[in-house]
Structures are given as C-alpha cells and as structure tokens.
C-alpha cells in the first residue's frame, strides 16, 4: 500500500481553498491503494501531522497536531517513510517552489511541477517574460513596483482604456481588480500592493476564458477545453468559490475543432516552456476573432468542487479516482528517473 502525505492549508491567501481542494482529494484516493496521513500548514505556517480520523479536512475548525509531544511536525515529516507527498497548496509558501524544494531535499517523491517550474509559473512577469521568449502569444503589460507606478496615463497609453491590475504572485484573483478611471486604478494598486511587491498591469481582452488540464511528464497530454462563463465583470474570487450563480462552467467549450486544437497545442507548447511536469491548468483569453493569449499556467490546479482541472479530466475519460492515481504514477516515475542523474564524477 502506498503511503501518501496529503500537505494542505498553507500560509497563503488561498489557505481555504486548499483546504476545500483536499477533502475532494482526500474523498477520492482509494482506500485499498493508498494509506493517508494528512499534512496540514496553519496559517501562521506551522505544520501538523494529522490521523486520517482526525484530520482538519473533516471541519472548518480542525483538530490538534498528533506529532509527538514538543515536535513541530515539519521536523517530524521525514520520519513518516512517506512513499510520495501530494501538495495541495495553493499560493505563496506552497505553489512557489518552496515546499517542492523541501520535500525535494528530503528525498520524498512529490506530485507536481519541480522547483523551478513551481518558482517561474507562480511569478506572473517571469512567466511572460519566458512565453514571450517561447514565442507564444502573451497578453501585453507593464510592471509595476511601489517606488514605479506607471501613471494612468502612461498604462493606458500603452495598454488600451481598461486595465486589470494584479500581484504577481498570487492566485485565485486574489488581489486583481479591474480600472477604468485614475482613482481605480490607484486603489487597484495600492490593494494589489499588499499582497506582493510587484504588481502586474495588463491590457484587457475581451474575450472568452479558455482553460486546459495538462497532465504528464515527458510527453504531456491535454484534456478536452473547458471555459468559464462568468456573470461578473471578471472571474473573481467569490465568482470562483463562493458564489454559484455568478459563474459556470461549460466542458468542452463550444469552440471549432481547429481552434480547440490549437488552444490544445499551445497548452502543451507553455507547458513545455516552463519546463512544468506532473499537472499544470494552462489559462487563455480567446477574442471573437479567435485570437489566443497565453494568461496563467498554475502548476497546483485547484480540486474543489467547483474546480475545472478535476471536470475536465472526467470529460476526457479520467475520473478523479484514476487522474490522481496517475499523477501519483508521475510522481514515483520522475523521482526514479532523477535518481539515475550522477551526483559526482
């Protein structure tokens, strides 16, 4: 039996929603595959070994550590004998390469994208700045910091009338806010600031938003496209997680063949250029004239109930009880594919 640590929470603004991303995982890993100890990160960033019985995922309050007494359960992770980690973190401090690099120096064989993949796809600039050089079509932007604040002016100028302003590193839209005026576009700032030191200023595209579920290592395979149809101005936070009368989702899109394919084309191509493996949810904006942007690559896609990485899959054949079995597959193929790289001369 194969004996996963399921790392969830996080000291992230999307903590809840890694939490509501686990319990679907945690429902979903067969029993008489897997043995579970769940991992959870609070909000102040300690860890907490977790019995399966007892663990957070089961109410919003959670429950106490189970380490040993005086153990934070970060110290006490590596001597679990985990088999593979399934992160479920979104954010900062989980999503960003960080916990990838930990689990990665103890040994433990984890489900996702490397450490720099992790690093490149989290930070929003980096990753344009790496499909653009790929050649693949970004959405124009400016950048941001707190002592270089391009005027309105200026970002219209360059950008067009409606701006979106966002940190660079962060998800969910948490953050993001749309300008149409000087005074919204300040505030955008001055909010977008507080989660990030550098914040991203983008060219709006009217458009559909087209999403597409990669899944694989060397050779990445692309689920059918799903898009977000959302009643709100853009697709928000509580458009995403709170509010289900405020978006839909709509699996497969209803796109012409030869657009859906390039759309699945391209998915792979930005996969591929930022260097990602195991799962990745690969974002477009697509306009009328079915031209394709490049938005985000989220190398932890969410797993809720209203997550589209999960009904895409089970649009293309893979429930989430056989994708996440493969994505644990991935996971043990890759740490036994990097063990054979020599380590001395």
Known sequence: MTHIGLIYGGQSSEHEVSVR????????LRPERYRVTPVRIDRTGR?????????????????????????????????LDLDVALPMLHGQNGEDGRVQGFLQTLGIPYVGAGVLASAACMDKEVTKRILR???????????????????????????GPVLFVK????????????????????????????????VLVEAAIAGREIECAVLGN????????GEIVSTAAFYTYDAKYEDPDASRMEVPADL???????????????YRALGCEGMSRVDFFLTPGYDVFVNEINTIPGFTERSMFPVMWKHSGLPIEDLLDTLVDL?????????????TR
């Open 21 to 28: 991303s686990a319990r679907n995982v945690f429902a979903a």
């Open 47 to 79: 860890w907490h070994l977790e019995t399966a019985d007892s663990a957070a995922l089961h109410s919003a309050a959670g429950q106490a550590a189970t380490a040993p007494a005086g153990t934070d359960g970060v110290l006490a992770l590596a001597a």
């Open 133 to 159: 050089d790929a050649g693949l079509p970004i959405v124009p932007f400016r950048l941001a910091h707190p002592g270089d604040r391009p005027t309105f002016e200026v970002a219209t100028a360059d950008l």
């Open 167 to 198: 940190p660079a590193n962060s998800g969910s839209s948490v953050g993001t806010a749309r300008a149409e005026d000087e005074a919204g576009y300040e505030q955008a700032l001055d909010e977008a600031f507080g989660y990030d030191r550098k």
């Open 218 to 225: 060397e050779e990445p395979r692309v689920a059918v496209p």
């Open 256 to 270: 012409p063949e030869e657009v859906a394919e390039r759309v699945r084309g391209l998915a792979v191509e930005a």
């Open 331 to 343: 996971a043990l193929d890759r740490h036994e594919r990097d063990a054979r790289f020599k380590t």
